[in-house]
C-alpha cells in the first residue's frame, strides 16, 4: 500500500477520480444539484441568446438549453463514476466466484464450455446492450412521449440496465480469471500440495488467493475502463442510463435528453453538435469521459509497474533453485511428511 500510494501515475489518476467526486457529492449536498440557466444578453450589436461559448460564459459555455454545461456535468459526475463503479464490481464478483470456483470444483465443466464463451470474444458487448435495451430505454419512452409515460419506472429500468451490463461481460471476465487460476493450478508446487492432502478450501486460500490478488485488482481496473468505454457508446446510439425524457430546446426542437445528466447520456444527446459552431456543447462531455478513461489507466499502469517491481525483487532476493527432478521432487515430499 506504501508503494502504491507512492506511485505517482497512480496517484494522479486516484486523485482525480477521488476529486471528480467528491466535488460532485459535495455540490449535491449544499446546491441540492442546482443549474444555473443563462439569460439573454444585450450587446452593442443587439440581443445576443445561448447557447454561449466557453469563452462568453466560462468555464464549459452553455447547451441548446441554455443550462450552464459546467454545472450539468459536476452534476453527471457522481451519476458516472457510480455506474461504473457498481457495474464494475458486480463484474468483478460474479466473474471471480464463478471463475475461481468452476476451475477448482468442476473443470471438466470449465474445458466444456470454453469453447462457447470464447465466441463471446468476437460478439460486441455493445451490441448486446443495445438490443437488450432499446426498447427499455429508447423506443418506450418516445413512443409513449417521455420519462411519465414510460412503462417501467425509473428504479426499474436503472436495474435492468446495470444486470444487463454487468451479464453481457461476465462470459469474458469469468473466462479470464478461471484462465489465471488454471495456471496456479499447474504450477509444480501443487503437486505437494495434494500429496500432503490438502483440501480445496485449502488451497483456495492458502495457495490461489496470495497469487490472483494481484489480477483481481488489475482486472477490476480494466472493468471500470470497459464500463465507461460502453456507457459512451450506448449514449452515442440514443440509450441514455436511467431512460430520458422530451424536451423542447432553443431552437424549438423536441429532443430526447437524459434524466441523470450522465455524462454518456449527455455525449449521445449532444453528438450532433460536433461538427456545427456549438461544437463545444459535445466537445466538453467527450474531453471529461476521455480524461476519466485516462485516469483509471494511470492507475492501472502504475499497479502494473508495481507488480513488475515486486515480482523483480522477488526474484533478486529469492535464491535461485535448479528445478527438481521427479524423483527429487517425491523425495522431498516424503520427508516433509516424516
Known amino acids: 500500500m506504501i508503494r502504491v500510494l507512492r506511485n505517482k501515475s497512480f496517484m494522479a489518476g486516484f486523485l482525480f477520480i477521488f476529486l471528480t467526486l467528491m466535488g460532485s457529492l459535495m455540490y449535491g449536498w449544499y446546491f441540492d444539484n442546482h443549474v444555473p440557466v443563462a439569460d439573454l444578453r444585450f450587446t452593442g450589436d443587439g440581443v445576443k441568446s445561448p447557447p454561449y461559448s466557453p469563452w462568453e460564459y466560462p468555464p464549459f459555455g452553455t447547451n441548446n438549453l441554455a443550462e450552464s454545461l459546467f454545472h450539468i456535468l459536476l452534476i453527471g459526475a457522481k451519476y458516472t463514476l457510480g455506474v461504473a463503479f457498481l457495474v464494475a464490481t458486480l463484474r468483478f464478483v460474479v466473474s471471480s466466484v464463478w471463475g475461481t470456483l468452476s476451475e477448482l470444483y468442476v473443470p471438466k465443466l470449465n474445458q466444456w464450455s470454453r469453447p462457447f464463451l470464447e465466441a463471446f470474444y468476437y460478439y460486441p458487448v455493445t451490441l448486446i446492450a443495445y438490443l437488450m435495451l432499446y426498447w427499455v430505454l429508447f423506443a418506450d419512452g418516445q413512443f409513449n412521449g417521455g420519462d411519465s409515460e414510460f412503462t417501467y ?20 471476465t469469468s473466462l479470464t480469471i478461471s484462465k489465471e487460476v488454471n495456471q496456479i493450478l499447474r504450477k509444480e508446487f501443487m503437486e505437494s500440495v495434494h500429496i500432503l492432502g490438502g483440501n480445496r478450501r485449502h488451497i483456495l486460500l492458502k495457495h490461489i488467493l496470495p497469487f490472483l490478488k494481484p489480477q483481481l485488482v488489475i482486472i477490476f481496473l480494466r472493468e471500470m475502463i470497459q464500463v465507461l468505454i460502453l456507457l459512451a457508446h450506448l449514449g452515442i446510439l440514443g440509450i441514455f442510463f436511467g431512460g430520458g425524457a422530451m424536451k423542447e430546446d432553443l431552437f424549438k426542437n423536441v429532443v430526447f435528453v437524459s434524466l441523470s445528466n450522465e455524462w454518456s447520456g449527455i455525449i449521445g444527446n449532444n453528438f450532433r453538435f460536433l461538427f456545427t459552431t456549438y461544437w463545444w456543447i459535445a466537445i466538453c462531455p467527450i474531453f471529461l469521459l476521455t480524461l476519466t478513461v485516462l485516469a483509471f489507466k494511470l492507475m492501472l499502469e502504475g499497479y502494473q509497474d508495481l507488480q513488475g517491481v515486486s515480482a523483480k525483487r522477488g526474484q533478486v532476493e529469492g535464491p535461485e533453485e535448479e528445478p527438481l527432478g521427479e524423483e527429487e521432487r517425491f523425495e522431498r515430499v516424503r520427508r516433509s511428511i516424516r
Open 153 to 172: 419506472g425509473f428504479g426499474a429500468r436503472v436495474i435492468i440496465e446495470v444486470m444487463v451490463l454487468t451479464l453481457a461481460a461476465v462470459p469474458i
